[in-house]
């Protein structure tokens, strides 16, 4: 077996804690040096080739900064890049294919962007030797054979012409100062449709706008719209849903679906399931352990692949990456009865926020129910939850205790997670409750003692719905708590809400784009409709088919269900499929009734 030993150096303090993990190492007492302290910053190194894997330095490290994992040893052989001595390190690359889509799907930190840096020409691929980086002959004879060599032999040659949407769009408006949005587009407009995007994706009424005063979801359209406007061999997305309702989702799957030629490749880093389900023809899998290491896995044809990555098992490379498979309900679940207990009511009113109208029906919400809210950007749905939490006035569930995930993050909060979520839970739960019911579950262990201010957007995500759902409460709101999180991430939030509702028998709201994660937390939907950022109508909570049936009919969407997992897939517009569904009036999928 392979051995990779990784130190995250971010929380790695030798100077607090007397080293234990060089103290302590079998290899070491018997005066191996296997590790070994760096001069430069006193922070250790372990030696891959000497290391027993014995694990006595993992447990030893007070603040679980070491890593050490087996990997079979024919993928040394294979290794693509690594970033340094106990770095992370990445095996194998996708293989881009001229008129397909290919899809890359994996969890945060397992090589994604790093894999979608080299195919960009942005990183060098420098095959695991970090400290003496092979040139490009070598590079082309590590990769000989397939189609790699042909990709990187063009692009060394600058043959080969690549667009690239970013994964951070916040960085753009630093980028492009003072700038405005038709400016931009101009400059990129190497074939002449810069006019057919801005239509595509809804342009128009921000061209005059200056870049630094946009959206996320705006932005996120411009620069979809940018990279799409140059003339390039290769496409490259990288999570191009974020920021952006279900409808904008659609919108941009086809204008990057428009983009695939002959001639020309795509390929898109996507946690979206449905988006990525809608938008690729082929799907590469990219597993292993966040932050250590990351294998992308041969080509999938597109429904095999993501049926394989919710099953969490490889067949043709006999590799399990998951202890068990991750199932959908094939029907919705049953309307929560609240006749028997407590219930949360609200009754018809006009909220107003400068030019903007909302108007909320009446409804209500039972003990242990979910209610999941679905609408379009700019139509009110933030507005509600903060008209529930009482942020803008008297709350109308006065007597209710609520617990709010805002859906901005704030990490003005000066400590680090472990205190703040001590907090924050101490009138709730006993430590060992709240360590077993949600820290666990949302992987926090490892970052209890990172600093807020420190953490990536995904990390802050998931600290901030364990501090809302910590929180002794009767009612929870939780803004797009998805939001920057992998597709098992997200998963892993559902459950812990799902659990939180029914054994504490919680009031619950979440705003959420993502249709699959809808599909597998909520009971029960509310439908937003209106003109984004003129009026909003907020429908009364519907069961769940009827709620899904109201916003597809509204977006012109028809889902399926996987016969195998369970999940939700949208039909290819046009498709028999998707024809039949609309003329039954059967957007969610066919119940088997009617089959």
């Known amino acids: 077996m392979g051995r990779i030993a990784v130190l995250d150096r971010d929380i790695c303090k030798p100077q607090d804690c007397g080293v234990p993990c060089v103290k302590f190492c079998p290899k070491v007492r018997s005066r191996v040096e296997t590790i070994r302290i760096d001069e430069s ?36 052989g294979e290794c693509s890049h690594r970033y340094g001595y106990n770095h992370f390190k990445l095996y194998r690359l996708p293989t881009p294919q001229a008129g397909k889509v290919t899809g890359l799907l994996g969890r945060n930190g ?21 400290t003496q980086p092979p040139d490009w002959p070598t590079i082309f004879r590590s990769f000989r054979g397939s189609t790699l060599q042909a990709y990187f032999e063009r692009l060394s040659a600058g043959r080969l012409k690549i667009s690239v949407k970013p994964q951070y769009v916040d960085m753009i408006p630093g980028l492009a100062k003072g700038r405005r949005v038709e400016e ?48 390039a061999d290769v496409y490259i997305f990288d999570e191009p849903s974020s920021h952006l309702d279900v409808y904008q989702r659609i ?26 389900d809608y938008l690729s023809d082929r799907v590469c899998l990219i597993y292993g352990e966040p932050g250590v290491y990351g294998i992308v896995s041969h080509v999938h044809g597109l429904g095999p692949g993501l049926n ?9 490379e006999n590799m399990r990456f998951r202890p068990e498979p991750i199932r959908f ?62 942020l803008n006035g008297e709350a109308p569930i006065s007597g209710c205790t609520i617990s709010y995930k805002p859906q901005y993050i704030s990490t003005e909060y000066r400590g680090d ?47 901030a719905v364990a501090a809302c759902l910590s929180r002794k409460a009767q009612a929870y709101l939780l803004d797009e708590p998805s939001a920057y999180l992998d597709v098992e991430e997200r998963l892993a939030v559902a459950k812990v809400i799902r659990r939180i509702a029914e054994e504490h028998e919680a009031f619950i709201f979440v705003v959420e784009h993502d249709i699959v994660a809808q599909d597998f937390i909520a009971d029960r939907l509310m439908v937003f409709r209106g003109e984004p950022g003129v009026y909003g109508v907020a429908g009364k909570p519907l069961p769940l088919r009827d709620g899904m049936n109201l916003f597809l009919s509204m977006m012109g969407l ?4 996987d016969p195998e997992t369970g999940r939700p897939r949208v039909n290819k517009a046009g498709s028999k499929l998707d024809r039949t569904q609309k003329d039954l009036g059967e957007y969610y999928y066919i119940p088997a009734t009617m089959e």
């Not at 919108?251 to 399931?273: F, I, M, N, P, Q």
């Open 41 to 76: 910053d006193g922070k250790p190194i372990i030696t891959e080739p000497l290391c027993t894997g014995c694990g006595i330095c993992v447990r030893k490290c007070p603040f679980k900064a070491i890593t050490i994992v087996n990997v079979p040893e024919e993928l040394e």
């Open 110 to 130: 397992t090589g994604k962007t790093t894999a979608l840096r080299i195919l960009s020409g942005e990183l060098r691929p420098n095959l695991g030797n970090f």
């Open 184 to 231: 931009l587009l101009e400059e990129a407009d190497e074939k002449g449709e810069m006019e057919r995007y801005v239509e595509d994706l809804q342009l128009k009424e921000i061209l005059n706008r200056r870049v630094d005063v946009l959206s996320g979801g705006e932005l996120q359209r411009v620069a979809i719209a940018s990279t799409a406007c140059r003339d």
């Open 251 to 276: 919108r941009a799957s086809r204008t990057v679906r428009g983009l695939v030629k002959e001639d020309v490749a795509v390929v898109v880093a996507e946690h979206d399931l449905a988006m990525l």
């Open 308 to 316: 394989t990555y919710l099953n969490g098992f490889i067949a043709d």
């Open 329 to 390: 309900h094939f029907k919705p679940p049953r309307e929560v009865k609240a006749d028997g207990g407590l219930k949360i009511m609200w009754s018809q009113t006009t909220i107003r926020k400068g030019s903007f109208t909302l108007k909320v029906e009446p409804g209500e919400i039972g003990q242990g129910e979910v209610v999941g809210i679905l609408g379009p950007n700019g139509i009110g749905k933030t507005t509600f939850i903060k008209f529930l939490a009482g």
């Open 417 to 463: 997670v472990r205190t703040l979520l001590s907090k924050v839970s101490s009138q709730t739960f006993k430590p060992e409750t709240v360590e077993a019911e949600i820290i666990k579950p949302l992987s926090l262990t490892k970052i209890l003692d990172r600093n807020i201010k420190d953490l990536s957007g995904g990390e802050l995500q998931r600290v």
């Open 558 to 561: 028809t889902f399926r269900r």
